[in-house]
Nanobody
Framework: VQLQASGGGLVQAGGSLRLSCAAS????????MGWFRQAPGKEREFVAT???????RYTDSIKGRFTISRDNSKNAVYLQMNSLRPEDTAVYFC??????????????????WGQGTEVTVSS
């Protein structure tokens, strides 16, 4: 199983970025897909997830600004990030697991991880 994240970069506060994650080696439609982030000196934290049934969950700090989506025909999951803030600066990781409906916000519940893509939001 391989996950390849892309789309990070440097953006000014208030700007937008769209992260992409391409999966291979899995029956993608059977998987819950998530995004986590890790800021310098901090632990990895949950951002968003979309289950195989397209149920969406978000952490409170990004609700209304970020949107997760997936395209099963392309084995891809996306994170549209709008109204970015300096506190969104982090390395963003995509993650995947066989759908089980529990602990969607726990990093330990995801078996597969991409390499991370860096997002820097300047003030």
């Amino acid at each position: 199983v391989q996950l390849q994240a892309s789309g990070g970069g440097l953006v000014q506060a208030g700007g937008s970025l769209r992260l992409s994650c391409a999966a291979s080696g899995v029956m993608f439609s059977d998987y819950d897909m998530g995004w986590f982030r890790q800021a310098p000196g901090k632990e990895r934290e949950f951002v968003a997830t979309m289950s195989r049934y397209r149920n969406e969950r978000y952490t409170d700090s990004i609700k209304g600004r970020f949107t997760i989506s997936r395209d099963n025909s392309k084995n891809a999951v996306y994170l549209q990030m709008n109204s970015l803030r300096p506190e969104d600066t982090a390395v963003y990781f995509c993650s995947g697991r066989r759908s089980n409906g529990i602990n969607y916000s726990s990093a330990s519940a995801y078996a597969y991880w991409g390499q991370g893509t860096e997002v820097t939001v300047s003030s």
